[in-house]
């Protein structure tokens, strides 16, 4: 799955770190997220993503959404900035999900996803 969104300006969040600011703002206002690719499992001999200890049930629905990119193709991520999850979504138990997100992502455009 691959998501295009358009963020508003990190100026508007006085509470990131120096760091975030400066790693962020390399980003246009348009960023493509797209799924974290699992990784084989040799003991499980199967596919995991690492939700750290946040998913009680294995479900198909289980997924996670990291920067694929810039869409301007001139804008280059760093990787520490690809790896970071920006929303994951998982099933908890019979019926109930949850979600986290983080920024640029808001509680709208997350759920929207």
């Not at 390399?26 to 960023?31: E, F, K, N, T």
């Not at 138990?93 to 759920?111: H, I, N, Q, S, W």
């Amino acid at each position: 799955m691959n998501c295009v969104m358009h963020s508003q300006s990190i100026d508007d969040h006085k509470s990131l770190s120096a760091q975030s600011k400066e790693s962020l703002t390399r980003v246009s206002s348009a960023l493509v997220l797209k799924n974290k690719a699992p990784r084989w499992h040799e003991q499980l001999q199967c596919w995991c993503l690492n939700f750290k200890g946040r998913v009680t049930v294995a479900s198909v629905k289980n997924f996670q959404l990291v920067a694929g990119g810039a869409v301007d193709p001139s804008v280059e991520l760093l990787a520490a900035e690809q790896e970071k999850v920006m929303l994951q979504f998982r099933k908890i138990g019979k019926d109930m999900f949850t979600m986290d997100y983080r920024y640029p992502l808001f509680v709208f455009k997350a759920f929207a996803i």
